[in-house]
C-alpha cells in the first residue's frame, strides 16, 4: 500500500501550494474580520483549515485502478497530506515573521502568521499548525470510512454553515426588516454566528440533507405518479408562489438590498442577451458589453438634459423604443463583420469592438456628443418608477420576465432550432438549407437589443453614464454568470447572475477577489462540468456524449461547437 | 439558389464599403495631415523609432501567440498575463540588484540577470497554464479551451494584484541606457537600441532554433501533423510543452523591455499589450514566425504614427487617445479582407 503515499503527498504539496495562495493573495487577511462563530473562530483562520479537510479527503480517496485501501492507510493518507499543507503553511508564517517580503508580497505581513499561527506566538503556533493539519487531514480522510448519506450530509451542511455565517449582513438585513429581531438575535452576533446559531444551522441542514436523501427518491415517485394535470397544476402554483415572492422581493429585503437586487436584475437580462448570442447561436462574443454601453449612452442622449449637443429630453419610455432601434443597428453593424469568422477569431474580434466603442465613447474627439470621459450626467428616472431602489426593481423586473419568456420561446421556435444546428456545424447546417447569414445577423441584432435594454436600465438606474463604467470586465462578468448558470438556459442565468453579481454585491470582503473567483469559476467549470450548474437538457446530452468519445478527431466533430481557423464561407 | 448569391453580395458589399471608408478616411487624413505639414520631419522620425521600438515588444510577445497556434490551433488568451508576470517579476529584480548597489557597479551584468529571471518566471507560469488549463482539455470543443484561458488569465491577473497591490510601481532607472545615439542622420535613446536590438537577437535565436535544431525539426513537424510526426516518433506532448516554455520565454524578455520602455508596472499591464500582439500574430499570419515578427513591427509603427498621421488632418483633439481605436481596426480590417494574415499560408483562407 505505498504507492497511494507519494500521491497523498503530492495532494498535500498542491493543497499547500493553494493555502499559499489564498494566503498571500490577502485572502486571509481580509476575512479576518469576519467571524464565523462570533469572538471563537474567524471565516479568515478557518479557510486553511478547509484546505487541510479538502486535501485529507481527496488524499483518503484511492484510484479507481487501484484496490480499496484498509481504514487505518486510508486515515494516514489523509493524515500525511494534512501535514504537508499544515508544514508549508508553517513554513509561509516563518518566513513571514523572520523576512521583510512586504516590498514584494504586500500581504505577507507579520499580521499573516499571526493569523495562521491562531494567535499562540511563533513556537506553540507552530505545533497548533502542523498538528491541525495532520488532524483536519485525517478527519477529512474519515470521511470516506462513514457511510456515504451520513458523510455527505456533514460535508454540505458544514459548507452551508459557513455561507450562512458568510450571509450575516444579508439574512440578518432580511430578519431585521421583517420584524424576526428575535430569530436573529438568537442566530448571529457581531457579524457572525453564535454558538447556539453554528450548532442549529449546521445541525438541521445535515438533517434536511440526510432526510432527503433516504425519503427524497420516494417524493420524486409520488411527482412523477401524479397525473399530468395535476402535475401542470401543482407547477402553475410554484410559479404563482415563486411570482408573489418576486413582486413581494423589494418590501421584503428592504432598501439597501434591494439595490442589490436591481444589480442582479440588471446582470439577468445581460446574461438573457449574452446567452442568445452564445448560448443558443453559439457566437463568442467577448465585446457584448459595446451593447450595454450603447444601450446606456444612448438613453443618456435622447433623455438627459445635460447631454452635450443633442438634447431632445425624451421621457425614458419614450427614448426606449430608440434605444432598441439603435442596438438592433449596432448589432448589424458588429455582426456583419464577423459573419465569416468562426469561434477564437470571432470571440477576438468582439473584444476588440468592445475596446474601440469605450475608447471612443472616451475620447476628446467625441467629447461634444458623448461628454468625453466625464460622461453624461443627470439621466432622468423612469417616471412613474423612481430610482429608488424599491421602485426602479419593479420594471427591471418586468423586462427581465419579458426576456425571459421572448428567449424561452426562441429557444423553442423555428429561429432557436436554426441556431442550434449553426452552433453544432455551422457547414451541415447551410448544407440543410439555413440561412447562416440571416440568423447570425438576428443573434446578434437581438442579443444587442436585450444587452440595450439592460444598459438603458444601468444609466437610469445610476444617473449618470461614464465611459469607464463599460469595460472589459463587464463582458466577462457576464459571460461567467452564463457559463456558471449553464449555457442556453434560462434558470442558469438567474442562478449565475444570484452568485457571481449577487454575493459579491452582498460581501464586500468578496469584492476584491471577485475577478480572481471569476477567474476560477471558469477554468474549475470547463475542467469540471462544462455544462454549467443548471444545464439544458440537451447542452447536458451533448457534452457527455462528447467526453465519452476518445479520438480527437471525433470529438471535435461531434461537438463541432465551431471549426478552426478563419474560414471564409463564401 | 439566386436570392442566396445576392444576399452574400449585400455582406461582401457591406464589408468592402465598411473596410474602403476606413483606408479611405485613412488615406484622406493623412493627406490632409501631410499638406498642412503639422508634424516637423524630426518628430515623424522619433514616431517611426518608438514604433519600431514598441513593435519588437509586440513582435516578441506574437511569437508566443503563433507558435501556440501553429501546433494546437488554439489563441493562448493568458499569453498577455505571462508577459505581465515577466514585467513584474523584472521588476523586483531590478529593485533587489538596485538596492544592492548592481545596478552601478555592474550594470550589464545586472541587465543579463534581470532579463534572465523574467524569462524565467514568465516560463514557469506559461509552463503551469499550459498543465493546468490546457493540457486537460486538449481534445475539447474549441470554446472550451477559450473560455478556461479567460479564466486563467483573470486569475493571474488578480493573483498579481493580490500578491504585488492594485497600484502602478515605478521602474528604477538603468542609468547605463541614458543618452541617445546618432547614426547618419537617425538619432534614438539607448533605451530603445536595446530594446530593437535585444528583440531582433531574441527572434534570431528562435528562428536558428526551430530551422537548425532537432527540437525545431520537431516543433515545425508536429505544427504540419500532430498525428503522423506522434508515427514518427516524436513525443508530441514534450514539443506541446517546449512551445509554451518557449512562448514564455520571449514574453519574459518582452516584459522586461516594455518596462524599459515605459518605466512602470500594474497587474493590468497585460491585456492590452497581449490583445495588440495577438493583432500583430494575426497581420503576420497566425502560425507563422517571420509573419509574427513583422506584423509586430507595422503594429508599432501604425500605432505610433496613426493617430497622427490619420486623425489630425482632421483637426481631432488628442488624437493618441484613439490609438488602441486604431490598433484594433487594424485587426478588424486584415480579419476582413486577407484572414490568413500577410504571410499566412494561402490554403488557410
Known amino acids: 500500500m505505498s504507492t497511494p503515499l507519494p500521491r497523498a503527498l503530492m495532494i498535500g504539496l498542491f493543497g499547500g501550494i493553494a493555502g499559499l495562495h489564498v494566503s498571500l493573495v490577502g485572502i486571509v487577511n481580509t476575512f479576518q474580520t469576519r467571524d464565523l462563530i462570533a469572538d471563537i473562530v474567524t471565516i479568515g483562520s478557518v479557510l486553511p483549515m478547509l484546505i487541510a479537510i479538502m486535501v485529507g479527503w481527496l488524499a483518503g480517496s484511492t484510484p479507481k485502478h487501484l484496490p480499496p485501501a484498509s481504514r487505518s492507510s486510508t486515515l494516514l493518507h489523509g493524515a500525511a497530506a494534512g501535514t504537508v499543507v499544515g508544514l508549508i503553511l508553517a513554513g509561509l508564517a516563518l518566513l513571514v515573521n523572520s523576512v521583510n517580503l512586504t516590498w514584494i508580497l504586500v500581504n505577507a505581513r507579520p499580521q499573516l502568521a499571526e493569523i495562521l499561527y491562531f494567535e499562540q506566538g511563533p513556537g506553540l503556533g507552530s505545533v497548533i499548525i502542523i498538528g491541525g493539519g495532520l488532524l483536519l487531514g485525517a478527519a477529512g480522510a474519515g470521511l ?78 409520488r411527482v412523477a405518479a401524479m397525473p399530468p394535470d395535476r402535475r401542470r397544476a401543482g407547477k402553475l402554483i410554484a410559479f404563482a408562489v415563486l411570482f408573489g415572492i418576486l413582486l413581494l422581493l423589494p418590501q421584503i429585503v428592504g432598501q439597501r438590498l434591494s439595490e442589490v437586487v436591481g444589480t442582479v436584475g440588471i446582470y439577468v437580462l445581460l446574461g438573457l442577451g449574452l446567452n442568445i448570442v452564445v448560448g443558443f447561436a453559439g457566437l463568442l462574443d467577448l465585446g457584448y458589453v459595446a451593447f450595454y454601453a450603447v444601450g446606456a449612452y444612448t438613453t443618456a442622449l435622447l433623455t438627459s438634459p445635460a447631454s452635450p449637443v443633442f438634447n431632445p429630453e425624451l421621457p425614458f419610455w419614450a427614448a ?216 439544458s437538457r440537451s447542452r447536458r446530452a451533448e457534452l457527455h456524449e462528447v467526453s465519452d468519445g476518445d479520438d480527437d478527431d471525433m470529438y471535435a466533430d461531434e461537438a463541432g461547437i465551431d471549426t478552426g481557423r478563419p474560414v471564409v464561407s463564401s | ?203 534570431l535565436a528562435l528562428y536558428v532554433f526551430i530551422n537548425r535544431t532537432r527540437t525545431g525539426r520537431a516543433m515545425r513537424a508536429v505544427s504540419e501533423d500532430k498525428d503522423v510526426a506522434a508515427m514518427m516518433g516524436i513525443n508530441v506532448d514534450r514539443i506541446i510543452v517546449t512551445t509554451f516554455a518557449i512562448g514564455g520565454l520571449l514574453a519574459g524578455a518582452a516584459g522586461i523591455l516594455y518596462t524599459l520602455i515605459f518605466n512602470q508596472v500594474l497587474f493590468f499591464m497585460g491585456f492590452l499589450p497581449g490583445i495588440k500582439a495577438f493583432t500583430a500574430a494575426v497581420l503576420g499570419g497566425i502560425g507563422n514566425v517571420i509573419g509574427a515578427a513583422l506584423g509586430g513591427l507595422i503594429l508599432g509603427v501604425v500605432e505610433q504614427l496613426g493617430p497622427n498621421l490619420f486623425l489630425s488632418g482632421y483637426g481631432v483633439p488628442s488624437p493618441n487617445q484613439l490609438k488602441d481605436v486604431i490598433a484594433f481596426s487594424v485587426l478588424v480590417l486584415v480579419l476582413i479582407f486577407r484572414p490568413s494574415g500577410l504571410l499566412g499560408r494561402k490554403e488557410n483562407t
Open chain 2, 1 to 203: 439558389m439566386r436570392g442566396r448569391r445576392i444576399r452574400f453580395n449585400l455582406v461582401n458589399l457591406f464589408l468592402w464599403l465598411l473596410g474602403g471608408g476606413l483606408l479611405a478616411f485613412a488615406g484622406f487624413g493623412s493627406f490632409l495631415t501631410l499638406a498642412e505639414g503639422r508634424i516637423q520631419p524630426s518628430q515623424w522620425q522619433s514616431l517611426v523609432i518608438a514604433g519600431i521600438a514598441l513593435g519588437s515588444v509586440y513582435a516578441l510577445i506574437a511569437l508566443g501567440y503563433t507558435l501556440v497556434y501553429g501546433i494546437l490551433f488554439m489563441i493562448n488568451f493568458a499569453h498577455g498575463e505571462v508577459f505581465m508576470w515577466g514585467a513584474f517579476t523584472a521588476f523586483f529584480a531590478a529593485t533587489a540588484l538596485n538596492d544592492a548597489g548592481m545596478m552601478v557597479s555592474n550594470p550589464v551584468l545586472a541587465f543579463f540577470l534581470v532579463l534572465a529571471t523574467s524569462m524565467l518566471v514568465s516560463m514557469l507560469v506559461a509552463l503551469m497554464l499550459e498543465r493546468v488549463a490546457y493540457r486537460p482539455l486538449r481534445g475539447a470543443p474549441r470554446l472550451v479551451p477559450l473560455i478556461t484561458a479567460i479564466g486563467a488569465s483573470l486569475f493571474l491577473q488578480y493573483t498579481a494584484r493580490g500578491f504585488y497591490g492594485s497600484g502602478v510601481r515605478a521602474y528604477p532607472d538603468y542609468t547605463l541606457f541614458d543618452g541617445t545615439i546618432s547614426i547618419g542622420f537617425l538619432s534614438l535613446s539607448v533605451k530603445q537600441a536595446v530594446v530593437i536590438l535585444s528583440a531582433v537577437g531574441l527572434m
Open chain 1, 144 to 221: 470516506h470510512l462513514l457511510p456515504a448519506t451520513i458523510a455527505r450530509s456533514v460535508a454540505i451542511s458544514g459548507i452551508v454553515t459557513i455561507i450562512a455565517a458568510l450571509m450575516e449582513p444579508f439574512i440578518g438585513a432580511v430578519l431585521r426588516n421583517v420584524e424576526l429581531r428575535a430569530i436573529e438575535g438568537f442566530l448571529y452576533q457581531s457579524g457572525g454566528l453564535t454558538v447556539q446559531g453554528f450548532i442549529l444551522v449546521f445541525v438541521l441542514v445535515a438533517a434536511g440533507i440526510y432526510g432527503w436523501a433516504k425519503r427524497g427518491d420516494r417524493a420524486k415517485a
Open chain 1, 320 to 535: 426606449l423604443p430608440f434605444v432598441i432601434l439603435a442596438a438592433a443597428f449596432i448589432g448589424l453593424m458588429v455582426g456583419a463583420p464577423v459573419l465569416r469568422l468562426r469561434g477564437d477569431y470571432l470571440a477576438i474580434v468582439t473584444l476588440g469592438f468592445g475596446e474601440i466603442a469605450r475608447e471612443i465613447f472616451k475620447s476628446a474627439w467625441a467629447q461634444p456628443v458623448t461628454g468625453g470621459a466625464q460622461g453624461i450626467l443627470s439621466v432622468p428616472e423612469p417616471l412613474p418608477f423612481t430610482r429608488d431602489p424599491q421602485s426602479i426593481y419593479y420594471p427591471i423586473l418586468f423586462f427581465c420576465i419579458i426576456a425571459a419568456i421572448a428567449a424561452t420561446r426562441l429557444a423553442a421556435s423555428r429561429v432557436g432550432r436554426a441556431w442550434n444546428a449553426m452552433r453544432e456545424d455551422e457547414s451541415v447546417a447551410e448544407a440543410t438549407g439555413i440561412n447562416t447569414v440571416k440568423y447570425k445577423l438576428l443573434a446578434f441584432g437581438l442579443g444587442a437589443a436585450f444587452g440595450c435594454v439592460s444598459g438603458a436600465f444601468f444609466g437610469t438606474k445610476i444617473g449618470v453614464v461614464f465611459p469607464d463604467s463599460f469595460n472589459i470586465l463587464v463582458s466577462i462578468n457576464a459571460l461567467a454568470l452564463i457559463i456558471l448558470g449553464g449555457m442556453g438556459n434560462i434558470a442558469g442565468v438567474v442562478v449565475g447572475a444570484l452568485v457571481l453579481v449577487g454575493l459579491p454585491e452582498l460581501l464586500r470582503e468578496f469584492a476584491e477577489y471577485r475577478l480572481l473567483i471569476y477567474g476560477v469559476v471558469l477554468v474549475v467549470m470547463m475542467l469540471l462540468r462544462p455544462e454549467g450548474l443548471l444545464p
